[in-house]
Nanobody, 122 residues
């Protein structure tokens, strides 16, 4: 099983990026999936989650700016990030949950990607 993130990069504050997560090795269409991020020197934190029926859940810090989505029958997930702020800087990880619903708990995610770096300059 492999999760591979892409789409990270350097962007100015106020800009946008779209992250992608491609899964292989098994189907995750019945699993919840999520995005987390880790800033330098900080713990990994929840960003957004999407359930198997595309219900969504966001961290307060990104609500209204980020949009999580997934392919209904595919194995891909996306994170559209708008109005980026310097505090959004970090390595962004995609993950697949054990269950089918949205969740913000790291312990409920079984598979993780290696991350893609996002840097937002002020």
């Amino acid at each position: 099983v492999q999760l591979v993130e892409s789409g990270g990069g350097l962007v100015q504050a106020g800009g946008s990026l779209r992250l992608s997560c491609a899964a292989s090795g098994r189907m995750f269409s019945n699993n919840g999936m999520g995005w987390f991020r880790q800033a330098p020197g900080k713990e990994r934190e929840f960003v957004a989650s999407i359930g198997w029926k595309s219900s969504t859940y966001y961290a307060d810090s990104v609500k209204g700016r980020f949009t999580i989505s997934r392919e209904i029958m595919g194995n891909a997930m996306y994170l559209q990030m708008n109005s980026l702020k310097p505090e959004d800087t970090g390595v962004y990880y995609c993950a697949a949950a054990r269950g089918s619903q949205t969740t913000s708990r790291l312990s409920e995610y079984q598979y993780w990607g290696h991350g893609t770096k996002v840097t937002v300059s002020s």
